[in-house]
């Protein structure tokens, strides 16, 4: 299956999404709160409605963006957060945007795309990361789906994407999952060698 925009724009449209948890994800807003420079440039790709977008947002952080195949879950953040810089929200495509960051936030994002696709996107976001850039966020600690998003993994498989271009940090479980994930996120911390 071709997860394309208009695969994830119906999704939004017909709020098909079973992922969003409907508020800022406990151990991401947890690690937010302990971020004091509010002038790093952050990039939450795949956001869709990106309440940890609106979070750092409505927190003083200036240079947060999300880039998003879907246009409605854009515009579902624009009305929401009002105040949320227009040109901070992307709709394209993750691989093709050139833009650099110091901080990428992983958050359902990752176990989205097409599996084969996750060797591309570490070396992509080695690419789009300033230099002591970072990922942080979760991924899936369990099989999940084969055939369509959230595809899942496990710690082992997940170092073999980032060892080449990424010091990994943390990579254990989340011990501050939302109830309907405990127990199957591991919050990650990699950092750009």
């Known amino acids: 299956m071709d997860f394309n925009e208009s695969y994830w724009d119906n999704r939004y449209k017909l709020s098909d999404t079973g992922w969003d948890l409907g508020e800022v994800s406990p151990p991401l807003k947890a690690y937010f709160d ?37 246009q409605t879950a854009l515009l579902n953040i624009k009305t929401r957060v009002p105040s949320f810089p227009e040109h901070h929200l992307i709709h394209g495509d ?16 990752f176990c989205a795309i097409n599996p ?41 498989e997940y170092k073999k994407y980032f060892h080449p271009n990424f010091d990994v940090l943390l990579m254990d479980e989340s011990h501050n999952s939302h109830h309907s ?5 591991l919050f990650i911390k990699i950092k750009k060698k």
């Open 181 to 185: 994930r405990k127990g199957r996120e």
């Open 116 to 156: 084969i696709l996750r060797t591309t996107y570490a070396e992509k976001a080695f690419k789009m990361l300033n230099t002591n850039g970072k990922i942080a966020g979760l991924l899936f600690n369990a099989p999940l789906n084969k055939t369509h998003p959230p595809f899942g993994g496990s710690k082992t």
């Open 34 to 70: 302990q971020l004091t420079n509010k002038s790093l440039k952050i990039l939450i790709p795949g956001g869709g409605n990106s309440h940890e977008a609106e979070y750092l947002h409505l927190n003083g952080f200036e240079n947060v963006f999300v880039i998003d195949l879907s």
């Open 94 to 109: 993750f691989f093709d945007i050139n833009i650099t960051f110091d901080l990428i936030i992983e958050q359902t994002f």
